[in-house]
């Protein structure tokens, strides 16, 4: 039996940073080769981010990603590499590229391109069926193929046709967005993509946030059984070694009992590849998976941080209402950025109560943030002064409610302005979804943490803070209290919307499911109810378009995934 010697390594590269991806892949390099490792693979794309959207529609920015894989090869030994990058021929092409002595071996471009959820690679590339031959690399005695995320989802794609002509072992090199519970259905899948094809499998994913998107890392190893090997850590960078037994499989291939496809042998690429002269003793890592509300927050926090810090911000600052909303943000960014980078706001109106302002300050308090207190009283008193001669004989209303949040919208985009600290704004997807918030008020900001995380989901999280520290971080009064915008005198939440319970599941249906109106009644929910929350979804939709973006941790978010028109009479 041979055995392999593989390194993941497990990248965060930034999306047109060329150099600081190359330097990144150079030194994950070294260490492959430091271990003896017979062959290292770098996620999708990992030369210049992904996904690198309208950049690879600059034709300089193409050649530079070009120059970088030249640059790269030629440092390149006696370990084999496979790299994402961007190919150009009379198209562009999703591409890997093996490197080794040197030199480019040979190029694989990507056959199946997703465009669907948040993908638009057709917009971008051309699939490879007819720019390369299919090709197998001799490395260490082993016959390995390449191909590229969404290739290994199929199960009559290129990584059968590959297994069928003689593979053992498949890199896959991805950049796989995380979504919950998105990491069971993927090793499922891998494990029988494995077991069918008789061919190891070493699938490797990037990690890191990019603008909307998380990527969760958790590469894996399985071999030629389907049975785990390995398992990379969850939402971390890291360079992970595997020694992958390599047994023949023509015989396993030959009976089963499914038949086998008939397949032309594949060209054979040798790469010349010394022994290692002392190759390190390495253990399989399988690192365990996270709970759900570990995964959930860990993407949170990581799309959160990525975020500042790759757009050059150190800081944030955060309106603490003494709510729920912006508790559990502040919770994040003190996670993501350190609490010495986190400043809480509590910004008073005479209606605000006495227990959100001690509930603000004792959160502060506990997390150990920079914590201020600006009354916005002044401000919405010129407000009203200064509106009376047109408002005059008219009831307070809506308006009134709104002109409070503009003030404290105002107060922070001043001191981000002044300070240059990135304001982080606290909506959550059931408020969101419904259009339960201010435009131009609570919605403004430069990144919108929990944007895509329901709000019975905030208050899990809440408490799974608490649970992580073993102490009582998140006030519990800030738990138990019944939400409020406190907008008016003695204002909850479910004065103008349903209970959150409610309304929860059939967002989940409307907006992730993209279940009609008329299917969600057939479900069994209350009609007069899906009828007033599908409608506020719907007209809602000019002002999300005006939100900043946030991480995107659901099946379907607002923004890449959900593309509605702002002008649509359907109501299903």
């Known amino acids: 039996m041979t055995v392999l010697r593989v390194a993941l390594a497990q990248l965060n590269p930034t999306v047109g940073g060329l150099d600081g991806n190359l330097a990144m892949l150079n030194d994950a390099y070294d260490e492959a080769e430091a271990a003896g490792c017979d062959i290292v693979a770098f996620p999708e794309l990992s030369l210049t981010g992904y996904p690198p959207e ?30 994402g990058f961007v190919d150009q021929d009379r198209d562009l092409y999703n591409a890997a590229a093996v490197c080794a002595g040197g030199e480019v071996l040979g190029k694989f471009h990507k056959r199946l391109l997703p465009n669907n959820t948040v993908f638009d690679e057709q917009r971008y590339f051309t699939a490879g069926y007819d720019s ?104 971390a960078e890291s360079v992970t070694i595997v020694d992958v037994p390599v047994p023949p499989v023509y015989r396993k291939r030959l009976l089963d009992p499914r038949g086998r496809i008939t397949e032309e042998m594949l060209p054979i690429v040798e790469v010349t590849t010394e022994p290692a002269s002392s190759p390190v003793v390495v253990e399989t890592p399988v690192s365990e998976p996270f709970d759900d509300d570990r995964e ?9 941080g990525d975020y500042c810090r790759k757009n050059g911000f150190t800081d944030v600052v955060i309106g603490l209402s003494g709510g729920i909303d912006s508790t559990i943000v502040a919770a994040i960014a003190v996670d993501a950025l350190g609490a010495d980078h986190v400043h809480g706001v509590s910004m008073p109106s005479r ?13 502060a308090e506990n997390l150990g943030i920079d914590f201020r207190t600006i ?27 709104n002109i409070q949040s503009r003030c404290r919208g105002q107060a922070l985009m001043a001191l981000s302005n002044e300070f240059g600290w990135m304001v982080l704004t606290t909506g959550n997807k059931s408020e969101v979804a419904v259009g339960y918030f201010t435009i131009y008020g609570d919605s403004v900001g430069g990144y919108a943490a929990i944007k895509d995380v329901l709000k019975t989901r905030v208050y899990e999280l809440c408490r799974y803070v608490n649970r992580r520290e073993g102490r009582e971080i998140i006030p519990e009064n800030v738990i138990t209290k019944p939400p409020s915008a406190e907008l008016r005198p003695d ?33 069994g929910h209350d009609e007069d109810m899906v009828r007033r ?25 607002f923004g890449k995934d959900r593309r509605m028109p702002i002008t649509s009479h359907y109501r299903g």
């Open 54 to 83: 309208d950049l690879v529609l600059k034709p300089g920015f193409v050649e530079d990603n070009l120059e970088a894989l030249d640059a790269f090869a030629s440092r390149t030994r006696r370990c084999a590499a496979v790299v």
């Open 132 to 235: 390369d031959p299919l090709e197998l690399y001799l490395i260490g005695g082993v016959k390995v193929a390449v191909s590229i995320c969404e290739d290994i989802w199929s199960p009559v794609g290129p990584v059968a046709t590959q297994a069928a002509a003689g593979a053992e072992l498949n890199i896959n090199i991805n950049g796989s967005p995380y979504a919950v519970g998105k990491g069971a259905r993927r090793e499922r899948m891998l494990a029988t993509r494995a077991a069918d094809s008789h061919c190891s499998i070493v699938y490797v994913n990037q990690v890191g946030g990019q603008d909307e998107l998380v990527f969760d890392g958790g590469s894996l190893v399985f071999d030629h059984e389907g049975t785990l090997l390995a398992r990379a850590p969850q939402f």
């Open 296 to 304: 959930l927050y860990d993407a949170l926090v990581l799309g959160t």
């Open 351 to 363: 209606y605000s109560s006495d227990h959100s302002k001690s509930d603000a300050e004792r959160l």
């Open 375 to 401: 009354s916005i009283e002044p401000a919405f008193s010129a407000y009203l002064d200064m509106l009376e001669p047109s408002f005059a004989d008219r009831e307070p209303g809506l308006t009134l409610e």
């Open 491 to 523: 204002q909850r939440d479910d004065d103008s919307l349903p209970p959150y319970e409610v309304l929860d599941p059939i967002l989940e249906l409307y907006v992730e499911d993209d279940r009609t109106a008329g299917e969600i009644i057939e479900l």
């Open 533 to 557: 929350v599908t409608r506020l979804v719907d007209i809602a939709e000019y002002k999300r378009r005006q939100c900043p973006p946030g991480v995107r941790v659901s099946r379907k978010a």
